[in-house]
């Protein structure tokens, strides 16, 4: 096992751990490349994926400062609002979500992540696409109100996805060395680990835990929304916040050390073509794992692509990712039904 170099700040338990990691043998097979999954959508039941993760730092950083309520921001539907909800439910916490929905005066049906949002008892902001661009504003504004209240709120941007959030998958590629040591024939043979990259934090999490720990791996993102340039942006600015903040002896370059798998955005954020709805029901059909349509979905629909033209681009050996994201089907149903 490697040493590190860094004392990870504190961090309060509310994920299940390790996640497990499974092959898929019958992709595997198909595909022509040993496909392994890393289960990070079995974190918890209705606290499940990725998100989790991050916040068990930025939580226990919220607690430090005696917060009595979280405030964030999403999609109408984000996984990260959710399980921001059920954290603030399992803490005793208040919580309020700024939710984006195109009109924000006719909110989206009670279902899916919103509907555990409700029960969790988090109180829900419906705001405009154009008034989601200055979140950060809105949000701190909602904070400054708060606390002259006399409340105390604590922010957490988009996704979690701060320097602070990205230890979680600093941690979790902990967990990957491991699984690779016991699973994967040892940790000295080469593997590429991917997952979705959509606010960017996960993806910053594992390239700076791979240099950590020197793992021997290619780590890459999908983007599912934006392009590129923007993740190069985003992943760039979080992973060289977090070498400053945490001290971190390793060197990160962010015109090498960010690879994106781009051209699998397809019809949009949070929108399904039938290939990608097509893979998640043979995903679900043929190993019994379901991924999601706004995130997995869309990665492993371009992991598959990717495989399809070259199965050895990725080498012999892949880890994908499952960051989660299953309530997200429910509003989709019809959608799904359709491929079915
Ligand atoms: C948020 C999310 C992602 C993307 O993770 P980032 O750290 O925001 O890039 C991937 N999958 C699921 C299911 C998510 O909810």
Redesign the pocket.
């Known amino acids: 096992m490697t040493t590190c170099s860094l004392s990870f700040p504190p961090q309060i338990n509310l994920a299940s751990l390790p996640t497990p990691m499974q092959p898929l043998r019958r992709l595997s097979q198909k595909l022509g490349v040993e496909l392994y999954i890393k289960r990070d959508d079995l974190t918890g039941a209705a606290l499940s994926?990725?998100?989790i993760r991050k916040l068990e730092f930025i939580l226990a950083e919220a607690l430090g400062q005696k917060a009595d309520m979280l405030i964030t921001c999403g999609g109408a539907q984000s996984?990260?609002c959710r399980a921001t909800a059920i954290a603030c439910a399992m803490l005793g916490l208040n919580c309020r979500l700024l939710l984006r929905t195109p009109d924000p005066s006719n909110p989206p049906p009670v279902e899916g992540n919103i509907l555990l949002d409700r029960m969790a008892g988090a109180e829900i902001v419906w705001i405009s696409p154009d008034e989601y661009l200055k979140r950060d504003e809105l949000m701190a504004q909602e904070a400054a109100a708060l606390q002259a209240d006399g409340r105390k709120p604590f922010v957490i941007p988009e996704?979690a996805?701060t320097s602070l959030g990205a230890l979680g998958y600093v941690r979790a590629t902990e967990e990957l060395v491991n699984d690779i040591t016991n699973n994967l024939g040892g940790a000295r043979q080469p593997c590429t680990i991917i997952?979705?990259?959509?606010?960017?934090?996960?993806?910053s999490g594992l390239i700076l835990g791979a240099k950590i720990f020197d793992v021997n791996a290619r780590v890459a993102g999908v983007n599912i929304c934006d392009d590129r340039d923007y993740f190069v942006r985003a992943i760039g600015d979080i992973c060289e916040q977090a070498v400053a903040d945490f001290n971190l002896d390793i060197e990160f370059d962010r015109h090498q050390d960010i690879d994106i798998i781009d051209g699998y955005v397809g019809r949009g954020y949070a929108l399904s073509r039938t290939e990608e709805l097509q893979l998640i029901k043979e995903v679900a059909q043929t190993e019994g794992i379901f991924l999601?349509p706004?995130?997995?979905g869309k990665a492993f629909y371009g992991v598959v692509e990717e495989l399809k033209r070259d199965p050895k681009c990725f080498g012999e050996r892949v880890i994908f990712i499952h960051?989660?994201?299953i309530f997200g089907l429910f509003p989709k149903a019809q959608e799904m039904v359709g491929v079915l």
């Open positions: 994926g990725n998100k996984n990260h996704g996805s997952c979705a990259a959509g606010s960017g934090g996960t993806t999601d706004v995130y997995t960051t989660g994201g």
